[in-house]
C-alpha cells in the first residue's frame, strides 16, 4: 500500500515539476528584455526543481532507503539561486543591456553605476 | 563559565545548523555521525570567526522558521501566478518595471535575506543596491503598479525580518 502511495506521489510531483520547467523554458524563449528574461530560470530553480527533488524523495522512501540529500540540495540551491540572479542583473545594469533603472530617492546612485573615475577611462563606451 | 562557552561556540546557531548539515549530507543518523558534525560545528565557526566580527545580536531562531514557511508558500502561490503570466500574456501587454525599495533594516544579513527572499519568489529579481545601501532595486515582471509591489515588500517581508533581527 505504502509504495503504492510513494509511486503515485512520485509520479504527481513528477508532472508538476516538468510543468513549471517547460513554462520557464518557453519563458526563457519568449521574453525579449534581458532583464524579463531573467525571471523565468528563477522560477525553475524554485518550484520545477523542488518538485523534483520531492519526487525523488517520495521515490526513495517508497523503496524503502531514506534519502535526506535532496533537501540539502534544495537548501544549497536556494541559497545560491539568488545570488546568480543578482550577478547577472548587475552585468545587464553594467552593460547597459536593458532600461536603466531611474536614480534612487535616498542615495546618489546604484552601486553598480558607481564606477571610482580612474576606471571609468576602461569603459568601452567612453573611448573614442 | 560564560566567557568559556562564548569562546567555544563564537555562533551556536552555526554550530548546530552544521551538524545538522553534516549529518545529512552523510544520509546516515548514527551516534558517530553526529558526534563528528558536532566537532566540525565547533571547530568551523571557531576558525572563521575572525571574519564574522559583527555579528547579529538578537536573532530570533523561531520568528525565522515562521518566516521561512510563509516564504515557502509565497513562491508556491507566486510561480502558478507567474507561470500563468508567461503563457497568456505577450510581450507588448506585460509591464516590466523597476522597483525601488527604502530599506529600514541596517543589518546586512537581514538585507541579504531579503535580497534573496525577493529574488526566489517568482515575478521579482533583486537587482542592486544603492550605493550608501539604503535602498534596495527591485525589477519586478509585471507590474502595473510598482507602488503596491514595493508596498507588499516592505509590509510582508521587511516587517518580518525586523523583528527577527533586532
Redesign the interface.
Known amino acids: 500500500m505504502i509504495e503504492l502511495l510513494a509511486v503515485y506521489a512520485t509520479t504527481v510531483f513528477l508532472v508538476i515539476g516538468c510543468i513549471f520547467t517547460l513554462v520557464a523554458a518557453i519563458g526563457l524563449l519568449k521574453l525579449n528584455d534581458p532583464m524579463t528574461r531573467l525571471h523565468a530560470p528563477t522560477k525553475a530553480a524554485t518550484v520545477g526543481i523542488g518538485a523534483f527533488l520531492l519526487g525523488s524523495m517520495c521515490h526513495a522512501y517508497g523503496v524503502g532507503e531514506g534519502s535526506f540529500h535532496e533537501l540539502m540540495i534544495l537548501a544549497f540551491l536556494f541559497v545560491t539561486a539568488p545570488i546568480s540572479a543578482n550577478f547577472i542583473a548587475k552585468v545587464n545594469i553594467h552593460k547597459r543591456a536593458c532600461d536603466m533603472p531611474p536614480a534612487p530617492k535616498l542615495d546618489e546612485m546604484w552601486s553598480t553605476q558607481d564606477v571610482p573615475e580612474s576606471e571609468q577611462e576602461m569603459e568601452p563606451q567612453k573611448t573614442p | 563559565m560564560m566567557r568559556a562557552l562564548n569562546w567555544l561556540f563564537p555562533h551556536p546557531l552555526l554550530t548546530l545548523i552544521l551538524t545538522i548539515?553534516w549529518t545529512?549530507?552523510q544520509?546516515d543518523v548514527s551516534a558517530g555521525m553526529v558526534v563528528f558534525g558536532i566537532i566540525l560545528g565547533i571547530i568551523i565557526p571557531r576558525v572563521t570567526a575572525v571574519w564574522w566580527p559583527d555579528r547579529p545580536q538578537g536573532f530570533r531562531a523561531g520568528k525565522m522558521l515562521s518566516y521561512s514557511l510563509i516564504v515557502v508558500w509565497d513562491?508556491?502561490l507566486a510561480?502558478i501566478h507567474?507561470?500563468w503570466i508567461?503563457?497568456t500574456k505577450s510581450?507588448a501587454q506585460?509591464k516590466?518595471a523597476?522597483v525601488?525599495v527604502?530599506l529600514d533594516l541596517r543589518e546586512p544579513e537581514a538585507i541579504t535575506i531579503l535580497?534573496?527572499t525577493?529574488?526566489?519568489t517568482?515575478?521579482t529579481?533583486?537587482?542592486?543596491?544603492?550605493?550608501?545601501?539604503?535602498?534596495l532595486?527591485v525589477?519586478a515582471?509585471d507590474a502595473p503598479d510598482p507602488d503596491a509591489v514595493r508596498d507588499e515588500i516592505k509590509e510582508r517581508y521587511e516587517r518580518r525580518l525586523k523583528e527577527i533581527f533586532q
Open positions: 548539515v545529512m549530507l544520509n513562491i508556491i510561480n507567474v507561470a508567461i503563457l510581450n506585460m516590466p523597476w525601488e527604502p535580497a534573496g525577493i529574488t526566489l517568482p515575478g529579481v533583486s537587482a542592486d543596491l544603492s550605493n550608501e545601501g539604503r535602498s532595486l525589477h515582471l
